[in-house]
């Protein structure tokens, strides 16, 4: 059994299950990538520590670059206000490129991002989600062509996932409780 932090209510990806998840998913990237020279590009911050990962269980050539957004602020809601906070440093025109993601929910920041990303015509345009948030009644904005897991509709700390920068660290997906984003 792993250590729980206090504020997390369970787990519900141990190391264990991401490292079989992450690996998967390189699996899958690999047979659809070879002899491409992908460019995968992680949205700062959440998504560092997947990117980290899987960028290792990938076995072709590739490169990486990183963008920040802000969207959700030190809150728990989207506010579906998207701003560009850093921009790639490579050009992608004629590029393959994937997205990696942390954490899919509205998907109003991803659905920004590729509007943007495909005005700079890249040869292809996909997406990696880590997670994929159920909500009921709720359709992403986009659709990830790799996923890894889905997860509940409640809070998903960990991996890279923050709440207010916290518990990025934390080395599996957990549900921070609700006493503590004050729910
Ligand atoms: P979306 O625009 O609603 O899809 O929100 C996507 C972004 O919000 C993700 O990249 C995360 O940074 C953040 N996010 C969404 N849900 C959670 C969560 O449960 N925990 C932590 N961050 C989240
Ligand atoms: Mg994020």
Redesign the pocket.
């Given at each position: 059994m792993e250590r729980i932090h206090p504020d997390v209510d369970r787990i519900v990806l141990s190391e264990e299950d991401i490292k079989g998840i992450v690996s998967r998913m390189g699996a899958d990237i690999t047979r659809d990538y070879e002899g491409k020279n992908p460019l995968l590009i992680a949205?700062l911050r959440?998504?560092v520590v997947f990117m980290g990962d899987v960028m290792r269980a990938i076995d072709c050539e590739l490169g990486i670059d990183f963008m920040a957004v802000s969207?959700?602020g030190d809150g728990?809601k989207?506010s579906?206000v998207?701003r560009i906070v850093k921009d790639l440093d490579t050009k992608i025109e004629g590029r393959d490129v994937l997205i990696i993601?942390?954490?899919?929910?509205?998907?109003?920041?991803?659905s920004y991002l590729m509007k943007n990303l495909s005005s700079r015509k890249p040869a292809s345009l996909e997406v990696a989600a880590f997670l994929v948030?159920d909500v009921e009644g709720q359709r992403?904005?986009v659709k990830p062509r790799y996923v890894g897991a889905h997860?509940p509709d409640?809070?998903?700390?960990g991996y890279g996932?923050?709440?207010a920068e916290r518990y990025r660290n934390l080395p599996y997906i957990g549900i921070?409780k609700p006493e503590v984003y004050g729910k």
């Open positions: 949205v959440g998504a969207s959700y728990a989207s579906g998207v993601e942390d954490i899919l929910d509205s998907g109003l920041t991803l948030k992403p904005a997860v409640e809070f998903i700390v996932l923050d709440f921070l």
